[in-house]
């Protein structure tokens, strides 16, 4: 990321510099390397401040794969991450791996090295990686991670997959309507200016369209381009994307999805840490952000009943944080000690389940868009075309 710094030196005036930086702190020390006394340090934007920002993307996962390979090689810690550090290209990854061999030179624990680069080692890592610490098995800290995170994907790449045709087919259809309304329609306007009100009121109302498109047509493309830079701006506050997920969350049938899924997620996730040999209550802080906030409270509320000593199933049941197979699920975990395994099937359940509904949602929603799409296409076409139609009908 690009930061401006204003900084001092010597009898020099005041300077601003732009440097390339994994964080702020990271920026004053380059300047205060090269001998100015640093005064004001800031984010520079590279687009509008409206404009979505994309953040410079650690591999994690790749990382992970690398490390663990490497330990399970015979390498100690630092020698792996060294190894990591001499073949990476990219100088923000190097840079990063850099500021972690330097923490555990200093003596400090790999969690606690991580810990300090939260951009790149989300809190669910950094707990992962901590657990193992007590344990003194990385390697299995690290190969459980790396499969989590690979369920995880999947996931969202069935999404997306599934997402991806119905998607198209709606940009193809509105442009195909949009080519209609703005390019062929004025041009029909122009050939039924002399019918007038011979027209069906469905035809004149869309020849009228044509007509006004023609004579104003750069305020209409300015309001238009206006809305949809609003609509933008909106679409990327968060906000405005709490109350679409609320919204979704309130539809029948896809509510009830989403609160399966969020309750997957939460599972695997939690499965995970326990597995690793987190206590459960500190585990269920770390992934509670996994969850929207409704959920969320009622996380809160069960954490605090199963630290009074109330069985996890009795609290989950309790707060609405499971479904009646994960129930049976964590009374058996609870019988048999293997709380960490049990989550990870209910998780694995579920997602099985939300793969299977959205199959059969895109299978009948793409038949049912591509039809509106064709209706709403026909619908314009045979306005344009009644005119004609009439009027071979009146000469047979």
Known sequence: MRYEVKALRGDENLTAWVLDAMDAGDAANQMLARGYTVIAVRAKAAWPAWHWQRKGHFPLVLFSQELLALLQAGLALVEALETLTEKEQRPEVKQTLTQII????????????????????????????????????????????????????????????????????????????????????????????????????????????????????????????????????TATRPASRQWLLRTLWQLPGIGGQLHVYQLARFYRSLGMLLRGGMPVVPSLNLVSDLLESGLRNQL???????REGTPMSVAMERYGLTTPVALRML?????TGRMGEMMERIAA????????????????????????IGVVIGFIVVLMYFPIFELAGSIQ
């Open 102 to 233: 330097a923490s555990l030179y200093e003596g400090h624990a790999f969690s606690y090295a991580l810990q300090h680069s939260p951009a790149n080692f989300p809190a669910l890592y950094v707990a992962t990686v901590r657990a193992s610490e007590r344990t003194g098995d990385l390697p299995e800290a690290l190969s459980r991670y790396v499969a989590y995170q690979s369920q995880m994907d999947a996931v969202k790449r069935q999404v997306v997959s599934a997402s991806i045709y119905p998607l198209l087919l709606f940009v193809v259809g509105g442009l195909v309507t949009l080519f209609l309304m703005v390019y062929v329609v004025p041009r029909f306007s122009h050939i039924y200016a002399d019918i007038g009100s011979d027209l069906p009121l469905m035809s004149q109302l869309l020849m009228r369209w044509g007509q006004l498109l023609e004579a104003h047509g750069a305020t209409i493309l300015t309001a238009t381009l206006l809305l949809l830079g609003g609509a933008l701006y």
């Open 349 to 372: 359940f579920h997602e099985e389940e939300s793969a299977r509904w959205v199959e059969r949602f895109t299978k009948l929603f793409e038949p049912l868009l591509m039809a509106f």
């Open 331 to 335: 009374r058996v975990g609870e019988r």
């Open 300 to 306: 809160t509320q069960a954490s605090a009943r199963i």
